[in-house]
């Protein structure tokens, strides 16, 4: 008996890279869903297909790696490589962090792909041949994957299929008061003051312009008055040392909001003063869940945002089927990041200099800083 478990310890790479991979498809299926609901929930809604291609490119890997595990192995290392190679090389061009999740992602496919190479390397020189039971434990290895795939994303699609269908919709996109916990607030309406979707983009000088950093929106007035070169900063050469973050008295003076007209429809090269960007702690308190304020307050030494319950993404404050899921705020945490808000009322510690399609704003009527 314990001769015959020695002889199969060498089916436990293959053994292994198979639960990895599967570990990895319950990932992007865990993943898929929850974007879908999250970042994906705007019409037309076509792109929700886009979330499940990499759940599904992986159950194909599967398949070949359960059929054919060097080929198999060798695409998934492979991949999971050029994956890495490629999100390294842009972050670093953008001068953005990576993530740990980042490392974790690409850990679970190239693992299991060099596992699938050790494991058809052993098999190969023990001239291992299958039996009709290995077969048929390959047929259901996959089958596994597929219905517990499946049930992971029925089982969390759902709740959130009826969260976003229960939220209170949009009926009119004009400037609209609201009171509620200790503050009231006129809110832009359509137009420059309000970026709601990639899809309705902020127009200024005959040119449009989507996805904005925080950056670009602070430092706007600066000479020349525009968008154009305020990511990284007026004297930017390519390098992380030129890059310009800019601080609370360079928003005070030259924010974006400044130059939008009294009727908020238009973005001029004259101060007019009539808007300006909601704090963190302002978002908090206008966050609401189906029509009642969420009681949210903002704890400064902890940069961290509580409620009584947590807020989702309702009108009037958000557009429900808008694309933009985040907005950013006026409240500076450091000298290269800022806050922003998410419809779920967490605050975050952003880097001035990220641009995102999903992250935009919606401004009040000035008054005094």
């Known amino acids: ?88 090389i842009q972050s670093v061009r ?47 290895k996959m089958i596994a994957a597929v219905v517990l795939s499946l049930v992971l994303v029925a089982g969390i699609g759902t709740p959130l299929a009826i969260r976003n269908l229960g939220r209170r919709p949009i009926d009119s996109f004009d400037e609209v008061t609201i009171e509620g916990n200790e503050i009231v607030l006129t809110l832009a309406g359509e137009g420059p003051g309000w970026y709601y979707s990639n899809e309705n983009p902020i127009e200024f000088m005959g040119k449009q312009y989507r996805a904005f950093s925080w950056n670009e929106i602070a430092l706007f007035g600066m000479d020349p008055v525009g968008f154009e070169g305020k990511r990284y900063g007026p004297d930017y050469d390519g390098t992380e040392e030129s890059i310009y973050y800019a ?37 908090v308190r206008l966050s609401t869940y189906r029509g009642e304020n969420c009681g949210g307050y903002l704890s400064d030494s902890e940069g961290k945002a509580y409620y009584t319950r947590t807020p989702d993404k309702d009108a009037p404050l958000w557009v429900p089927e808008g694309m933009v899921i985040y907005y950013w705020t006026s409240t500076c945490t450091d000298k290269t990041h800022s806050y922003d808000i998410t419809y779920s009322g967490e605050v975050r510690d952003i880097s001035k200099i990220t641009k995102q399609d999903y992250r935009g704003w919606r401004a009040v009527r000035a008054d005094p800083f």
């Open 247 to 283: 601080t609370w008295e360079d928003f005070k003076r030259y924010n974006m909001f400044r130059y939008i007209n009294y009727q908020g429809d238009q973005l001029l090269t004259e101060i007019q003063d009539c808007w300006r960007l909601p704090t963190a702690e302002e978002y």
């Open 94 to 140: 953008q001068h953005i962090s990576l993530l740990p999740s980042f490392w974790i992602v690409a850990a679970v496919v190239i693992i299991p792909g060099l596992l699938f190479i050790f494991d058809y390397v052993l098999k190969k020189r023990r001239k291992y041949k299958e039996h009709k039971k290995t077969v048929f434990k390959k047929r259901w």
């Open 1 to 88: 008996m314990k001769a015959k478990r020695s002889k199969n310890l060498f089916l436990i790479p293959g053994n292994t890279a198979y639960l990895f991979l599967l570990a990895a498809t319950l990932l992007w299926a865990y993943w898929g869903v929850g974007e879908v609901f999250h970042e994906g929930w705007y019409p037309p809604y076509t792109q929700i297909i886009f979330y499940f291609i990499p759940l599904l490119a992986l159950l194909g890997v599967m398949a070949l790696c359960i059929c054919l595990p060097l080929v198999g192995g060798i695409l998934l290392t492979a991949g999971g490589i050029l994956y890495l190679v490629m999100t390294v």
